[in-house]
């Protein structure tokens, strides 16, 4: 099946720092797009990326879907504590449906 | 503004016992699927629907099954519980492509199998 892998699993980085994260997978997606978890509520999309090659960013956030549409990564700029919680990759596959990356878990320190 | 709602929040089963975990969305969206999240795996797919009366297996389908009468509704029905279905499920939806848009999730299902 459709594998993603993201990494790192988890980052503990100082208030103020830049934090990068990216997904990978051996089949080609149509999509990529990126999402943060919360504790106790679903996942929220952050940044959608539809076109390989593609660079959006959103206020600190920046996204890139690889040009070989294989890959994606996310950074966030100037980390700040309420950026904590789990981000998750996600790819619209050939078949039709969306994965999910294993997460990474970030943590702030003040 | 519902969106997607899920009931229950929280179940607690005995093995070998059957329930159905709801999902209704009231944005008309053709793509529904449901995922299981469990500590250090991420979110991953059991079996979503690209619209009314298609249904398809996803990375993790078994003990599971899921039907698919309206737009609106996708339940997922456990049928014999297992410890190993411990999880917190969640359903989401968005609108059909080609290229899917934001996946809109539920606030999730807890369910502890004993």
């Known amino acids: 099946g459709q594998q993603l892998n993201q990494s790192p699993q988890s980052m503990f980085i100082q208030e103020g720092e830049d934090v990068s994260m990216n997904c990978t997978s051996s089949?080609?997606?149509?999509?990529w797009l990126w999402y943060k978890q919360d504790p106790g509520e679903g996942p929220v999309l952050l940044i959608a990326l539809y076109k390989a090659g593609e660079l959006t960013s959103n206020g600190r956030l920046t996204a890139q879907f690889g040009i070989t549409r294989k890959d994606s990564f996310l950074n966030i700029s100037a980390s700040i504590p309420s950026d904590v919680g789990i981000y998750f990759c996600?790819?619209?596959?050939?078949?039709?449906?969306?994965?999910f990356g294993a997460g990474t878990r970030l943590t702030v320190k003040p | 503004n519902a969106g997607v709602t899920q009931t229950p929040k929280f179940q607690v089963l005995k093995t070998g016992q059957s329930m159905t975990l709801q999902c209704a969305q009231d944005?008309?969206?053709?793509?529904m699927s449901w995922y299981r999240q469990d500590p250090g795996m991420g979110l991953r797919l059991i079996h979503y629907?690209?619209?009314?009366?298609?249904?398809d297996q996803g990375e993790v389908p078994n003990g599971y099954n899921v039907s698919r009468s309206t737009t609106e509704d996708f339940p997922l029905r456990l049928l014999s519980a297992a410890p190993s279905q411990t999880s917190v499920y969640f359903c989401a939806s968005t609108s059909r492509g080609p290229v899917y848009g934001e996946l809109f999730f539920g606030e999730g299902s807890r369910l502890t199998v004993l």
């Open positions: 996600a790819g619209q596959g050939g078949n039709n449906d969306m994965r």
């Open positions: 944005m008309n969206h053709e793509y």
């Open positions: 089949s080609i997606f149509n999509t």
């Open positions: 629907s690209v619209g009314a009366g298609i249904t």
